[in-house]
C-alpha cells in the first residue's frame, strides 16, 4: 500500500522545513489539495483541526522514502509511544475531489487562543502583511 501524506503548512514548497527535511526528494509532489477541516494559527504555527464544516488547503505527496514519515513525525512533535505528550497526531484524512486517504499533521491541543484562519489556506496567510508570520518554524 502506498503512503500519502498532505502537508497544509511550514512543509509546504517554498518554506524552510520543507527543504530542510528533503521532501521533494522524499516524496513525489502529486499537486495541490483539500481536506476537511479547520485551520488556526496557534503561536506562529499553523494548526489543523478536525471538521466536516470547512476545507484546508495545502499540497499531496506520495511518500517515496518510508523514513520520511518518521522524520516528519519528530519535526510535528508526534510520538506515538506518547499520543497525550504529542503537540500533533500523524492522522488518515479523507483528500477531498481524489478517492484517497493522506497522512496529516492534525494539532492535539486546545485551539481556543488560536486565531481561525477563515481562508484555510496557511501560505495565502503568510503571504498577508498584517500577519506577523515573517519567518516558518524552524528544524530543532
Do not use: C
Request: hydrophobic share 30%; proline share 2%; net charge negative.
Amino acid at each position: 500500500m502506498e503512503d500519502y501524506v498532505f502537508v497544509y503548512g511550514t512543509l509546504m514548497r517554498g518554506f524552510e522545513a520543507h527543504d530542510g527535511l528533503g521532501v521533494s526528494e522524499r516524496a513525489s509532489y502529486l499537486g495541490d489539495a483539500r481536506v476537511e477541516g479547520e485551520l488556526y494559527r496557534v503561536d506562529r504555527n499553523p494548526a489543523l483541526v478536525h471538521s466536516e464544516t470547512g476545507t484546508v488547503e495545502g499540497e499531496l505527496y506520495r511518500v517515496e522514502d518510508p523514513k520520511l514519515l518518521d522524520d516528519i513525525d519528530r519535526y510535528e512533535g508526534y510520538y506515538p509511544e506518547d499520543v497525550e505528550g504529542s503537540l500533533y497526531l500523524r492522522s488518515y484524512v479523507n483528500v477531498v475531489d481524489r478517492d484517497l486517504q493522506a497522512w496529516a499533521y492534525v494539532y492535539n491541543e486546545d485551539v481556543d487562543d488560536g486565531e481561525k484562519i477563515g481562508s484555510g489556506s496557511w501560505r495565502s496567510y503568510v503571504e498577508d502583511e498584517d500577519t506577523g508570520v515573517e519567518e516558518t518554524k524552524s528544524l530543532d
